[in-house]
Nanobody
Framework: QVQLVESGGGLVQPGGSLRLSCAASGSIFSINTMGWYRQAPGKQRELVATVTSAGSTNYPDSVKGRFTISRDIALNTVYLQMNSLKPEDTAVYYC???????????????WGQGTLVTVSS
């Protein structure tokens, strides 16, 4: 059993910053890609950022230059630094990881429970 637990969400004013964290725990053999997705009310879940085990990152244009994803492989943790936040960044942010458990042979997709980020004055 593997769990992803997010933290760091909250209320922030436009132009402000927040840092999200997501820690994976359980019987983990290895993790390949980790990432963040978000879902705003009435909208589909969308990609925010991903980082591979080699450190390659990917961002959509909507957050490029404002958000930075990083990971600590030893701690099985991924972070999302969000700067210059806008009201349209308001959403529930979900952590995602491809996890291979001990005794397993495939990478399985695991999701966190989500953390709410609200950008409002």
């Amino acid at each position: 059993q593997v769990q992803l637990v997010e933290s760091g969400g909250g209320l922030v004013q436009p132009g402000g910053s927040l840092r999200l964290s997501c820690a994976a725990s359980g019987s983990i053999f290895s993790i390949n890609t980790m990432g963040w997705y978000r879902q705003a009310p009435g909208k589909q879940r969308e990609l925010v950022a991903t980082v591979t085990s080699a450190g390659s990152t990917n961002y959509p244009d909507s957050v490029k230059g404002r958000f930075t994803i990083s990971r600590d492989i030893a701690l099985n943790t991924v972070y999302l630094q969000m700067n210059s936040l806008k009201p349209e960044d308001t959403a529930v942010y979900y952590c995602n990881a491809g996890v291979r458990v001990h005794g397993g042979y495939r990478y399985l997709e695991v999701w966190g429970q989500g953390t709410l980020v609200t950008v409002s004055s």
